[in-house]
C-alpha cells in the first residue's frame, strides 16, 4: 500500500486515512527489550552506558530476593560499573585486559571463540578506528577458524547492536574498549 502511495501519490482521502491508522501505533517510543528481558530465566546482560572509567552494565548480578517495599522507579537501576574494557556475552560481562585497539589478536579474542553457546556476531567497540588491514585479517581469521562475524563499531553503536540482538535471543559478544590514555579523565557517562 506504501508503494502505491509512493507511486501514484494521494489520490483519495481513504487511504490517507487508512495511512494514520498503520502508524497510529508509532509514537513516543517502546522498550524493545522490556518483554524478551523479563522472560528469560538468566538474566541477559544490558550495557546501559559508558564514561571514561568504564562501563554500566545491568543483569550481571542475579537478584536472589526481589525487595517488595522498594518503588519500580527507584534511583537504584541493579547497575554495575566495571571498570575498564570488557568483553559482554548474553548472560555475562568480564573485565578485558586490553589497553587501545591496536591490542586486539586473535589471542585476545580467544575468550569469544571459546563461549559456548557459539557466538554468531562479535562487535568491537572503539571510538578508534582499527588498521583496515589487521580488521580484514582478524575478520577472515574468525570466520575461518570459528564461524564468527567481527565487525567494528564505535562504541555507542557496538553496546546498542549488542543490545537489541541480545535482545532478540541471538548469541552475540561485544569486545569494549576504554582507550588507557583515556581513562579517568573525565567522569561525564554517555548513556544509550
Known amino acids: 500500500m506504501i508503494r502505491s502511495i509512493i507511486r501514484n501519490g494521494f489520490r483519495s482521502r481513504k487511504k490517507i486515512h487508512i495511512l494514520k491508522i498503520s502508524f497510529s501505533g508509532w509514537g513516543k517510543g517502546q522498550d524493545l527489550l522490556a518483554d524478551v528481558i523479563d522472560s528469560t530465566d538468566k538474566p541477559k546482560v544490558i550495557l546501559d552506558g559508558y564514561s571514561t572509567t568504564g562501563f554500566d552494565v545491568i543483569n550481571i548480578i542475579e537478584k536472589k530476593f526481589k525487595d517488595k517495599e522498594k518503588d519500580e522507579d527507584s534511583a537504584d537501576s541493579g547497575a554495575v560499573h566495571m571498570t575498564?574494557?570488557?568483553?559482554?556475552?548474553?548472560?555475562?560481562c568480564f573485565l578485558w585486559k586490553i589497553d587501545s585497539i591496536q591490542d586486539v589478536t586473535m589471542d585476545s579474542l580467544s575468550p569469544t571463540i571459546l563461549h559456548r553457546p557459539k557466538l554468531t556476531y562479535v562487535f568491537i567497540g572503539s571510538d578508534n578506528p582499527m588498521d583496515p588491514h589487521k580488521l580484514v585479517t582478524l575478520k577472515n581469521q574468525m570466520r575461518e577458524k570459528a564461524g564468527i562475524v567481527l565487525e567494528q563499531l564505535s562504541i555507542r553503536d557496538a553496546m546498542g547492536t549488542f543490545n537489541i540482538l541480545?535482545?532478540?535471543?541471538?548469541?552475540?559478544?561485544?569486545?569494549?574498549?576504554?582507550?588507557?590514555?583515556?581513562k579517568g579523565t573525565n567522569d561525564t557517562k554517555d548513556k544509550i
Open 84 to 92: 575498564g574494557s570488557i568483553l559482554a556475552f548474553p548472560h555475562a
Open 166 to 182: 541480545n535482545g532478540e535471543d541471538r548469541v552475540v559478544g561485544a569486545a569494549l574498549i576504554l582507550q588507557s590514555e583515556v
